[in-house]
């Protein structure tokens, strides 16, 4: 297997960010600096790969659902600010795990966690057209009519200015609430989205991503998935899991 490829199903990056770590000379194989990221590695040579003088431990991937609260960041920036990994069991908190894409401090709801690269690799690129389901309250009040021009909006596309971001639904709920789906993630999008609009999202919550629901978990709480959630994730992306 690719150098690359051992590397991220182990958590310690994107294909991208590996070839980053590789060309600043942070890996090691039997005590020499790897820079090849296609080298080819076989089964004898995975103790003795390290990563910043640390040995890799090569555990089996998992992935975790977090229900993450608002004013928790997706990633660790500050000592002392609460993050996403935080909420991992005890066990877990000191081994490679990175989010499934970022919900800002101020969003909540579904977040996963894992330490299979290739997986968040995968999930997080727009060409696989990952739905995502949100709930949001927002102001102005919106009325029917105005609604009916969102949805079509929505459903063109929305020119954000970096992107246009592919098709998305629309529903209205009420006249500052609805439900909205996209298919990709990238930073901010449906705040931005609804702002192009001309409305100001005032709670945002994911309730999917994928195959996978929120369902009625605890803010706060977090579990581990089961074999077949993970199968459910892994057929999404067309990916063979390698444990």
Same mark, same amino acid.
Request: hydrophobic residues 40%.
């Given at each position: ?92 908190? $000191?081994?490679?795990?990175?989010? +499934?894409? #970022? =919900?800002?401090?101020?969003? &909540? !709801?579904? *977040? ?82 609804? $702002?192009?609009?001309?409305?100001? +999202?005032? #709670? =945002?919550?994911?309730?999917? &991503? !994928?195959? *996978? ?31």
């Amino acid at each position: 297997m690719r150098l690359d490829k051992v590397l991220a199903d182990r958590g310690l990056g994107t294909r991208s960010e590996i070839k980053k770590i590789l060309r600043q000379g942070q890996v090691t194989l039997h005590g020499q600096v790897v820079l090849k990221a296609d080298l080819q590695i076989n089964t004898a040579d995975l103790p003795y790969i390290c990563y910043r003088g640390e040995k890799i431990d090569f555990y089996a991937k998992t992935v975790f659902l977090l229900n993450k609260p608002a004013g928790v960041l997706s990633m660790p920036e500050a000592e002392g600010v609460p993050c996403a990994l935080d909420y991992l069991p005890p066990a877990y908190r $000191s081994r490679k795990f990175s989010c +499934v894409g #970022r =919900l800002d401090k101020y969003s &909540e !709801g579904l *977040l996963l966690i894992t330490n299979d690269g290739e997986l968040i690799h995968r999930l997080t690129q727009p060409k696989w057209k990952i739905r995502k389901l949100y709930y949001v309250d927002f102001e102005p009040e919106m009325s029917s009519t105005a609604a009916q021009l969102v949805q079509t909006e929505f459903a063109q596309g929305i020119n954000l200015g970096d992107f246009v971001t592919l098709a998305a639904e629309f529903h209205r709920l009420n006249s500052t609430s609805a439900e909205i789906t996209v298919q990709e993630g990238k930073f901010h999008q449906v705040r931005r989205m609804l $702002s192009a609009c001309g409305y100001t +999202v005032k #709670r =945002l919550l994911r309730l999917q &991503e !994928g195959p *996978l629901a929120l369902q009625d978990m605890a803010v706060g709480a977090v579990r581990q998935l089961d074999e077949a959630e993970i199968a459910s994730l892994y057929a999404e992306v067309q990916l063979t899991r390698t444990d």
